[in-house]
């Protein structure tokens, strides 16, 4: 995650509560009133940009101009149109600002990293990296295929805009630092199988050509940490077929608890 240029309308003793989580030597700080008058594509080239606002007007200025705004309602007086709202400008942390970007321009979101996976959101983009990975047979032998090419498309795409904005998590990609190719996906769901919104579902697959590497332990293991300390959830289930002697190999490593049939749990 690279660092932003902050655009803003707020006073300087709002921006100094900013300051503990984004230091001015590491963020560039910019008035909106600075350049309203200038040219604003110059402006813009090179810089990763969002905008923190208190105004509809700002809002309104920054987004048309293709930037993304978290609000920050100071008072009750105007409530604030943009998807992201914050009331405590201490409050704000990096992820989130990656977050209003993301989403604004409809990129997929890097979630965690490891040492050597960077787990990320999939996008569209990502389409044939995945079919190619469910191409081998042994990946379907204990799990579902994917459906037809274009239903599966569509199933994506609908994943993508609902799902991940909606519940702020999902099915990830698992990408590998050294080639940067998509080696297998990993995430947490909230499936009819849980018994409330405080637990999830996990589940996980990695490529053939990259499996017995450890990677599905290291993926899960951030994915669990994040998963209690970050999502905030109590509880973590996988189901895991008893003939998939592998997979349950692995999840009795991770802590994981044999709870009934092919339900595992593994609660903080």
């Given at each position: 995650m690279c660092?932003?240029?902050?655009?803003?309308d707020l006073t300087p003793d709002e921006e100094e509560l900013l300051y503990s989580e984004f230091p001015p030597n590491d963020y560039e700080y910019v008035k909106v009133a600075d350049i309203i008058n200038d040219n604003w594509q110059p402006f813009f080239?090179?810089?990763?940009?969002?905008?923190?606002?208190?105004?509809?007007?700002?809002?309104?200025?920054?987004?048309?101009h293709d930037i993304g705004v978290l609000g920050y309602e100071?008072?009750?007086?105007e409530p604030l149109t943009c998807a992201y709202i914050v009331t405590d400008l201490a409050a704000i942390e990096k992820m989130d600002l990656e977050t209003v970007d993301c989403r604004f321009h409809n990129r997929p979101l890097t979630i965690l990293e490891t040492n050597r996976c960077i787990i990320r959101e999939h996008s569209l983009d990502d389409f044939d990296a995945i079919c190619d990975i469910y191409s081998h047979e042994s990946m379907t032998e204990f799990m579902e295929p994917l459906f037809e090419p274009?239903?599966?498309?569509?199933?994506?795409?609908?994943?993508?805009?609902?799902?991940?904005?909606?519940?702020?998590?999902?099915?990830?990609l698992i990408v590998n630092k050294a080639d940067g190719k998509v080696i297998g996906r990993a995430g947490v769901e909230t499936k009819e199988s849980c018994k409330d919104y405080s637990q999830v579902e996990l589940s996980y697959q990695v490529s053939v050509p990259y499996q017995n590497q450890v990677i599905a332990t290291e993926v899960c293991l951030a994915i669990i940490d994040y998963t209690f300390n970050t999502l905030g959830k109590k509880s973590i289930i996988v189901r895991v077929d008893k003939e998939n002697?592998?997979?349950?190999?692995?999840?009795?490593?991770?802590?994981?608890?044999?709870?009934?049939?092919?339900?595992?749990?593994?609660?903080?």
């Open positions: 660092n932003f240029t902050i655009i803003s080239n090179n810089r990763r940009c969002v905008g923190i606002a208190k105004s509809n007007d700002t809002i309104a200025l920054l987004e048309a100071s008072t009750t007086l274009d239903e599966e498309r569509e199933y994506q795409k609908q994943y993508i805009e609902r799902i991940y904005k909606f519940f702020g998590y999902g099915l990830w002697i592998p997979s349950i190999k692995l999840i009795k490593k991770l802590g994981f608890r044999h709870q009934k049939d092919d339900k595992y749990i593994l609660s903080v």
